[in-house]
């Protein structure tokens, strides 16, 4: 049992070896990278964009609620 789950793991350890190779070496690896770059800057955007509008709807909130006390 234990000798098949070893063979198992290093089978799956040589096919991601091998798809890491082919994506970065392999046709359209470029096209690969430039789109991982383009999630990141996304991914980056959408929780700058996230944090900026709970700041605001803080600010918001508490200087609305300053205002009901005057």
Do not use: C, P
């Amino acid at each position: 049992m234990d000798l098949t789950k070893k063979a198992k793991d290093e089978l799956e350890h040589r096919v991601t070896q091998l798809e890491d190779f082919i994506a970065s070496k392999g046709i359209g690896s470029s096209y690969l990278n430039r789109a991982k770059k383009v999630q990141r800057n996304v991914n980056v955007a959408l929780v700058v964009g996230g944090v900026i509008t709970l700041t605001g709807l803080a600010i918001w909130a508490f200087s609305s609620h300053e205002d009901d006390e005057d």
